[in-house]
């Protein structure tokens, strides 16, 4: 091949290779306006080099959800509306309801929030288990969507953090003891459980065998939101203690020790269920009935079955291995007032909205 030849094929390598990257310089520009936090097919007051970015974050302090304008241009704030659709059916709110001062200028801008209030018609009575709520612009000639996020919806008006239950109004309670599986096919251990209320000890039971129905039951009077029931269970062990001489263990004997798991230290030796939940699926020691069949009068088709108000804590006194049936408890929460908001549960933003269950009946669906 000629000179020349090779000069000519390496211009058009160059050229190919330009076109190659501002292909791909184009479809990672669509790649990046796709993301749901962003604009879809921006308006016209955004370029191609700018986005307006906006979250849509739970704010448990005023049960509300917060639009957070994180960076970009300002927005005309008579364009805006929010969109909030439960159960098949969309409520429309302007943006002009949501303003606490923020838009007086006309304009919305980077670092301004807005607080979208939670309305128990519109979020709760629809009946869905989450809620889509869209930010959309509309212009003289289309509309887009600014930002979207759906959000679970769970009844009953409490949060679950880790093991630890919190009741997000004034509420009565009833703590039920379903039964205990801690001993052995050789041995039955004492188990005992004890119910705290905002830290003080309330009631205790011991049982000194295997039980699968239940022990007892203790209800609780009135208390303000936020007010911890603490569900605290023990069960006895041995432990092989030894004197030393020389680095040779001599003199050795057993000696009895409780292990003591708490219900609000987000103990991994809890698991906490509510209603729609998967059943318990752990396998159980030797010589020992499984969690799910102490728990199976709540268990429909592999799904833990409760009234929304409820729910069922599993404790393990073992440092691993663990199977969650040593200690079964059934709390129930009777709220005294209907209160709809955002709070953190299971790790997520949810918005919990009123029981259906209002009678004081501690058993779930007539167990």
């Not at 205990?180 to 096919?185: D, E, K, Q, R």
């Not at 004890?194 to 203790?218: F, I, L, N, P, Q």
């Not at 000696?255 to 318990?280: F, H, I, K």
Request: glycine letters at 8%.
């Amino acid at each position: 091949m000629s000179r020349d030849a090779r000069a000519l094929s390496t211009v058009v390598g160059g050229a190919l290779l330009l076109l190659l990257t501002v292909a791909l310089v184009a479809t990672a520009g669509a790649m990046i306006l796709g993301f749901s936090d962003q604009l879809s097919n921006p308006p016209p007051f955004v370029s191609e080099e700018e986005s307006v970015t906006v979250d849509i974050v739970g704010n448990e302090a005023q049960h509300s959800l917060e639009l957070v304008h994180r960076n970009g241009e300002p927005v005309d704030a008579s364009a805006l509306s929010v969109a909030v659709t439960v159960g098949g059916t969309t409520t429309t709110i302007p943006v002009s309801d949501l303003d606490g001062g923020a838009l007086d200028d006309g304009e919305w801008s980077a670092g301004e929030r807005l607080n979208v209030s939670l309305n128990q018609s519109t979020l709760c009575d629809p009946g869905g288990d989450s809620a889509s709520v869209q930010l959309r612009y509309r212009g003289a000639r289309s509309s887009y969507l600014l930002s979207e996020r759906t959000v679970p919806v769970e009844r009953g008006q409490f949060a679950i953090d880790g093991s630890h239950v919190r009741a997000s109004v004034p509420y009565t309670a009833n703590v039920k003891f379903l039964g205990t599986g801690w001993g052995s096919a050789d041995s039955d251990a004492p188990v005992n459980v004890s119910v705290a209320v905002g830290g003080e000890r309330a009631k205790a039971w011991t049982m000194v065998h295997d039980h699968d129905t239940t022990v007892g039951a203790y209800g609780v009077s009135r208390q303000d939101a936020g007010t911890d029931i603490e569900v605290r269970a023990a069960g006895l062990q041995h432990r092989r203690v030894c004197d030393s001489l020389f680095g040779i263990p001599i003199n050795c004997h057993t000696e009895p020790y409780w292990v003591r798991v708490s219900s609000t230290e987000n103990s991994e030796n809890v698991r906490v269920y509510r209603d729609g939940s998967d059943a318990p699926n752990f396998t159980a020691a030797s010589g020992q009935a499984s969690a799910e069949s102490y728990v199976a009068p709540y268990v429909e088709n592999g799904t833990i079955t409760l009234d929304d108000n409820q729910a069922i804590y599993l404790f393990d006194f073992n440092e691993d291995e663990r199977d969650y049936q040593d200690a079964v408890v059934l709390v129930s929460f009777f709220t005294q007032r209907e209160e709809t908001g955002v709070y953190r549960s299971s790790g997520r933003d949810t918005i919990l909205c009123p029981a259906e269950t209002t009678s004081a009946s501690p058993n779930a669906h007539g167990h």
